[in-house]
């Protein structure tokens, strides 16, 4: 391993993957790792800490992060499948059949977890986690990204985005799920058992990034790539005391109140985050030199799989669930954080050997 050097080490100037993205995986990666091992490693009479709560605070923008960028992947793919004489039909197939191929993953990997003991009911093969939403996400985007017309394109995506968060109350809160198998209703309700991860509010994520992607492959064929993702970020940083002023002074319209799960606002607040740290991530990757999150971002899906053996599995570190102190866990994190990267490298480094084709979670 020679650190962030070549072949390693994907620059912002590489045409065929766009860094700034990388560094937003990388950035969610981070969150990730952060949030899991806190919450796997720390002790019950250390969770009530002022450190625990923090970590716990940024638990809440990993998946989001994820899946605004795997949107603005997807449809950057689509836009440049189009500029090489793809028709609609076709974007639309090869769309569809990404979020079939991260589907199998997510079963795939659910099938692995429950060989390592990370869970324990053969229940769980069908729990409704990230890359199912990713990939049922991908499913529903894909739809819009197969509409023939520009307009029609960034219409749908933002339709889909607003139609998911303003019908999320009336998703999570009715009756009517009770009927239905757990494992189906897990995709529409987060009140259901092994279900942390519905598509409502969670595919709205995903359309916002696919709106901007579509309007970002239009301002990159112009040469205005910096300035709309900085119009971009800033609409982001306004739509975050909007959110709140509209959450505290509108009046009530759905029959149940829940500002952190089902809330219009906090979907809204969320992206409006998202867009903010998505300014940060172009901006950073305009700076030289080699870049860890950037690196951790080209491999997200390797480092998806192995963070959670080492956290939740019984074969590395079994031992540590429950028995850290937060201080202690903390130093586990940095660790974890450094094995990770230290396997990105490897991977990236690494010609011909075994392949994850985390590619075919995030294109670019």
């Not at 009046?251 to 940060?280: C, I, R």
Request: aromatic content about 10%.
């Amino acid at each position: 391993m020679t650190g962030f050097g070549r072949p390693g080490y994907a620059g912002p100037s590489r045409a065929s993957r766009l860094g700034y993205l990388d560094w937003a995986r990388g950035l969610a990666v981070l969150l990730m790792i952060n949030t899991h091992a806190f919450s796997a490693w720390t002790a019950a009479e250390d969770r009530a800490t002022r450190l625990f709560g923090v970590a716990r605070l940024f638990g809440g923008y990993p998946a989001p992060l994820f899946l605004f960028v795997a949107g603005v992947s997807a449809a950057l793919v689509a836009e440049k499948e189009r500029t090489k004489g793809m028709d609609s039909r076709e974007v639309r197939r090869r769309a569809r059949r990404h979020g079939l191929t991260v589907l199998g993953y997510a079963f795939v990997f659910r099938l692995a977890m429950l060989a390592s003991g990370g869970f324990g009911r053969a229940a769980d093969l069908l729990r409704v986690d990230v890359l199912n939403c990713i990939a049922v996400s991908l499913l529903l985007v894909a739809c819009a990204l197969g509409r023939p017309s520009p307009t029609g394109r960034l219409v749908a995506a933002l339709g889909l985005g607003a139609g998911v968060a303003l019908l999320t109350p009336l998703a999570w809160d009715p009756s009517w799920w009770r009927e239905w198998p757990v494992p189906l209703a897990g995709y529409f309700t987060g009140r259901v058992p092994d279900a942390p991860f519905p598509l409502f509010p969670w595919t709205a994520f995903m359309a916002l990034g696919a709106a901007c992607g579509l309007v970002l492959a239009h301002a990159r064929a112009r040469g205005r790539e910096a300035a709309t993702i900085g119009l971009m970020a800033a609409a982001g940083a306004a739509a975050i005391p909007i959110a709140l002023w509209v959450d505290r002074h509108a009046p009530a319209v759905y029959p149940a109140y829940d500002f952190w799960h089902t809330s219009p606002s906090y979907v809204v607040l969320k992206g409006g985050v998202l867009l903010v740290l998505f300014g940060l991530a172009f901006l950073l990757d305009r700076v030289p030199g080699p870049s860890a999150l950037r690196q951790l971002g080209r491999t997200s899906l390797l480092v998806y799989w192995a963070h959670l053996e080492i956290v939740y599995g019984k074969w590395i570190a079994p031992g540590l669930r429950g028995g850290l102190s937060v201080r202690e866990a903390g130093v586990g994190v940095v660790v974890l954080v450094l094995t990770m990267l230290a396997l990105s490298l490897a991977r990236t480094q690494a010609h011909g050997g075994w392949r994850l084709r985390e590619d075919e979670l995030a294109k670019a």
